[in-house]
């Protein structure tokens, strides 16, 4: 089994501050890796993933992400945020070889104050 | 728009009574999965469906009950409602071949259980 902990619920920062939201995930098994991005009143959205290859990944919005296994974290980092940043974002893992169904961490709610 | 359709976007019923909530997937997309989102548990998976046939099932209950029908769409059924089924219910769907992990969220259906 694999669960995911998001160590921080509420992440308040300001405008072109950078950010840092962290995730530590468990499995026995070999595992994906995703962010998921839920702005106010909608659905989850694909923010990065990472499943092989460089261990740094990139979304098209300047989010990053590394995963680092000797630590089991997968952390998501944004140089400068702005206001439109704000959303709630959830990791998660995924079984390699196994069904495809995400486990996701509690999310961490990111407010980005002017 | 991720092109996931769920109906209805809200539903507000009594304890002891049951309820369908309806998703129709991306064009396309054989797999469709089913999480449910509470403040206390989070984001839990609660079953997949690809091609009309159970694939995987996590933390659903007994009394919760879905399927995928011949078209694609798939409903998941909730009897003998309690207080606690009180949530927002995530119909995603992904299409096979895609990369590992990439589904797409519908906006939600918003269970009240009074």
């Known amino acids: 089994a694999q669960s995911v902990t998001q160590l921080d619920s509420q992440v308040p920062v300001f405008e072109e501050a950078p950010v840092e939201l962290r995730c530590n995930y468990s499995?026995?098994?070999?595992?994906?890796l995703f962010w998921y991005v839920q702005y106010p009143n909608q659905g989850l959205q694909l923010l990065l993933k990472?499943?092989?290859?460089?261990?740094l990944v990139e979304s098209i919005n300047g989010f990053e992400a590394e995963f680092n296994k000797s630590q089991t974290s997968f952390h998501l980092r944004k140089p400068s945020v702005h206001i439109s940043d704000t959303a709630e974002y959830f990791c998660?893992?995924?079984?390699?070889?196994?069904?495809?169904?995400?486990?996701f961490g509690k999310g961490t709610k990111l407010t980005v104050n002017p | 728009d991720s092109g996931v359709t769920q109906t209805p976007k809200h539903l507000i019923t009594a304890t002891g009574q049951r309820v369908t909530l309806r998703c129709s997937p991306r064009?396309?997309?054989?797999?469709v999965y089913w999480y449910q989102q509470s403040l206390d548990q989070g984001l839990q998976f609660l079953i997949q469906?690809?091609?009309?046939?159970?694939?995987a099932k996590g933390n659903i209950l007994e009394r919760f009950s879905a399927q995928q029908f011949p078209d694609l769409h798939s409903e998941l059924n909730l009897s003998s409602l309690e207080l606690g089924d009180s949530a927002l219910y995530f119909c995603?769907?992904?299409?096979?071949?895609?990369?590992?992990?990439?589904?797409?969220f519908g906006p939600g259906t918003r269970l009240t259980v009074l």
């Open positions: 995603a769907s992904s299409l096979a071949g895609a990369p590992w992990g990439t589904q797409y």
């Open positions: 499995s026995s098994v070999s595992v994906y």
């Open positions: 990472y499943l092989s290859g460089s261990t």
């Open positions: 998660a893992v995924s079984e390699q070889g196994g069904s495809e169904k995400l486990v």
């Open positions: 064009s396309g997309d054989l797999s």
């Open positions: 469906y690809y091609n009309g046939e159970e694939r």
